[in-house]
Nanobody, 118 residues
Framework: QVQLVESGGGLVQAGGSLRLSCAAS????????MGWYRQAPGKQRELVAS???????DYADSVRGRCTISRGNTKNTVYLQMNSLKPEDTAVYYC????????????WGQGTQVTVSS
């Protein structure tokens, strides 16, 4: 019903920057929040940043000050600008969209690899 497509991942040297994009399509009229999560090998998936429909943002302590999440004008696209990247930022980054209807439904993208080399 809802499809999320991520882009912008890749290989970057430490200290570099990347801008991740996530576009949602389908039945998105009830979308209330979008966010970025990441999962490194051997670790649990963790929240990187999120943004609500009214613009309230949240960041993981590990990325606060280095990352900025934003939404496009249509609010069906979310971006994650990542600066001053560190090797420990290496992970698969996933886009998530939350829909509110008869209940709460979360949709996930397939992920995009971010690799930060030293």
């Amino acid at each position: 019903q809802v499809q999320l497509v991520e882009s912008g991942g890749g290989l970057v040297q430490a200290g570099g920057s990347l801008r991740l994009s996530c576009a949602a399509s389908g039945s998105i009229l009830s979308m209330t929040a979008m966010g970025w999560y990441r999962q490194a090998p051997g670790k649990q998936r963790e929240l990187v940043a999120s943004i609500t429909s009214i613009g309230v943002t949240d960041y993981a302590d590990s990325v606060r000050g280095r990352c900025t999440i934003s939404r496009g004008n249509t609010k069906n696209t979310v971006y994650l600008q990542m600066n001053s990247l560190k090797p420990e930022d290496t992970a698969v980054y996933y886009c998530k969209a939350r829909m509110i209807g008869v209940g709460i439904r979360d949709y996930w993208g397939q992920g995009t690899q971010v690799t930060v080399s030293s």
